[in-house]
Every structure is written in structure tokens, then in C-alpha cells.
């Protein structure tokens, strides 16, 4: 059974950093796209990054220039690394696996960025 744990969230203060991980279990990991989406107080779910089996990434316009998303194949790991923190990046962060169609979701890290 594959199953994604994230952690790194936190408390931290504008313009500040964070590094967020997403540690995959199952020989899937490799082969597919991963992501991180956020979900405010009162908003959808919105994706913040997505990074292919191939590594290639692509953001939202919100955090382009200040988050970057990354993985470990060996580790099975997926990292959102967040600089230039605002308070409107304060939200619920979930890790995503693209199982061939099927989303699988990790249970979420909280980000709270205080101005």
C-alpha cells in the first residue's frame, strides 16, 4: 500500500523559509508525478507545484521565483522548498501522487506565515 507523509510545516514570519517533505512508501515512487497543492481557510484546494518523473517542474504563478520543488528517487522524497514566505502562503499543504490517473494524498502539513 503506498502511502505519503508530509512534514516540515510550521510557524514562521514574512519573508522567512520553509522546507516542505513528502516521503512516498512503495516502488511506484519514481515513476510518477508528484505535487503539492494548499488549501486555505474557506478556499479549494489549488496546486502549488508539480514535478514530473523526468523532473520537470511547474508552479503557480503565485510562487514562481520563491518556491521550489524538487525529488529524491533514491529517497523516495519529494521537497517544496518556500522562501519569501507571505502570509497568503499560510494553508494547509498536501503532498500528491498521480498513480496512473488516481490521486493519492498525503494528510496534509500546516503553514502558517505570521506579518
Known amino acids: 500500500q503506498v502511502q505519503l507523509v508530509e512534514s516540515g510545516g510550521g510557524l514562521v514570519q514574512a519573508g522567512g523559509s520553509l522546507r516542505l517533505s513528502c516521503a512516498a512508501s512503495?516502488?511506484?515512487?519514481?515513476?510518477?508525478?508528484m505535487g503539492w497543492y494548499r488549501q486555505a481557510p474557506g478556499k479549494q484546494r489549488e496546486l502549488v507545484a508539480r514535478i514530473t518523473s523526468g523532473s520537470t517542474a511547474n508552479y503557480a504563478d503565485s510562487v514562481k521565483g520563491r518556491f521550489t520543488i524538487s525529488r529524491d528517487n533514491a529517497m523516495n522524497t519529494v521537497y517544496l522548498q518556500m522562501n519569501s514566505l507571505k502570509p497568503e502562503d499560510t494553508a494547509v499543504y498536501y503532498c500528491?501522487?498521480?498513480?496512473?490517473?488516481?490521486?493519492?494524498w498525503g494528510q496534509g502539513t500546516q503553514v502558517t506565515v505570521s506579518s
Open positions: 512503495g516502488s511506484i515512487f519514481s515513476r510518477n508525478p
Open positions: 500528491n501522487a498521480d498513480l496512473y490517473g488516481i490521486d493519492l
